[in-house]
């Protein structure tokens, strides 16, 4: 039977796993959260993003996490007059959530499409929105390590950047359960659905110290990824099958639709 393994945090694929439930009912869904989010607690980083705000002139949230672990920071509401940046869909709805949105008199910059969210997509709309950013106090709200890309094409243009860490990412223990839903599928009948490069490298890691049974997902199991970074980062640790589309459920719809029907 076929099966699709979601790897998104816990909590991150619920939406995903309805739209998958009533568009496929017979595809099995395989939780497997390769990354666990804890957000970032300390009174000391709480008082410090409260400081910086009032001097910030664009504040950046890398990401959904971002967005709602930086809120559990703040325990305040976001103020009006800080404009916000953010790469795509996801960290938009997580900001719909808090009631930040555009028609609620927040500016927010953000790609409108699918196809550029990403920090590339991102820096293209911030420089149609401003000629230089020379001199501004840029704060990225993020989780530990991920990418500097965007930082420093600010960097590049004389403004000042400021970094808060509002969680961290926590690989899956080799000795979880959560494995087990491998062990009992056919890697030729799944899919995988992979996010995020460091996703990608625990779970080729995992399978590589696994080779009794696990090598054959390196093989023969389809890794769907949702950007050609971490489509790039798959075929360099060794993955065989590897697709690529736009970012959010919607792009991932119809990539696992025409690998569903390929099955049938």
């Given at each position: 039977?076929?099966?699709?393994?979601?790897?998104?945090?816990?909590?991150?694929?619920?939406?995903?796993?309805?739209?998958?439930?009533?568009?496929?009912?017979?595809?099995?869904?395989?939780?497997?959260?390769?990354?666990?989010?804890?957000p970032?607690?300390?009174?000391?980083?709480?008082?410090?993003?409260?400081d910086?705000?009032?001097?910030?002139?664009?504040?950046?949230?890398?990401?959904?996490?971002?967005?709602?672990?930086?809120?559990r920071?703040?325990q305040?509401?976001?103020?009006?007059?800080?404009p916000?940046?953010?790469?795509?869909?996801?960290?938009?709805?997580?900001?719909?959530?808090?009631?930040?949105?555009?028609?609620?008199?927040?500016?927010?910059?953000?790609?409108?499409?699918?196809?550029?969210?990403?920090?590339?997509?991102?820096?293209?709309?911030?420089?149609?929105?401003?000629?230089?950013?020379s001199?501004?106090?840029?704060?990225?709200?993020?989780?530990?390590?991920?990418?500097?890309?965007l930082?420093?094409?600010?960097?590049?243009?004389?403004?000042?950047?400021?970094?808060?860490?509002?969680?961290?990412?926590?690989?899956?223990?080799?000795?979880?359960?959560?494995?087990?839903?491998?062990?009992?599928?056919?890697?030729?009948?799944?899919?995988?659905?992979?996010?995020?490069?460091?996703?990608a490298?625990?779970?080729?890691?995992?399978?590589?110290?696994?080779?009794s049974?696990?090598?054959?997902?390196?093989?023969?199991?389809?890794?769907?990824?949702?950007?050609?970074?971490?489509?790039?980062?798959?075929?360099?640790?060794?993955?065989?099958?590897?697709?690529?589309?736009?970012?959010?459920?919607?792009?991932?719809?119809?990539?696992?639709?025409?690998?569903?029907?390929?099955?049938?």
């Amino acid at each position: 039977m076929p099966n699709i393994v979601l790897t998104r945090p816990l909590g991150q694929s619920l939406r995903l796993g309805e739209l998958l439930h009533r568009k496929f009912p017979t595809l099995e869904q395989i939780q497997l959260p390769l990354l666990a989010i804890v957000p970032n607690e300390n009174p000391a980083d709480a008082k410090r993003l409260k400081d910086l705000l009032p001097s910030t002139d664009l504040a950046v949230f890398v990401s959904p996490n971002a967005v709602e672990c930086s809120m559990r920071l703040l325990q305040a509401e976001w103020p009006k007059n800080i404009p916000i940046a953010v790469v795509g869909g996801g960290s938009l709805e997580a900001l719909s959530n808090h009631g930040i949105t555009a028609q609620h008199g927040f500016t927010i910059y953000a790609p409108s499409n699918p196809s550029e969210w990403d920090s590339e997509g991102l820096w293209k709309i911030l420089n149609q929105s401003q000629s230089s950013w020379s001199g501004k106090n840029i704060l990225f709200l993020k989780g530990i390590g991920g990418r500097a890309w965007l930082g420093e094409q600010f960097l590049l243009q004389g403004a000042e950047i400021h970094s808060i860490s509002t969680y961290k990412r926590v690989p899956l223990a080799d000795d979880s359960p959560a494995w087990l839903g491998l062990k009992k599928s056919i890697p030729s009948d799944s899919i995988c659905l992979l996010t995020s490069s460091e996703a990608a490298r625990h779970f080729a890691q995992f399978l590589k110290e696994n080779p009794s049974w696990a090598m054959s997902w390196l093989n023969e199991a389809m890794m769907l990824c949702t950007h050609e970074r971490i489509a790039q980062a798959c075929a360099e640790l060794g993955f065989e099958n590897i697709d690529c589309c736009a970012p959010g459920d919607d792009s991932l719809l119809v990539k696992i639709e025409q690998w569903h029907t390929n099955k049938n």
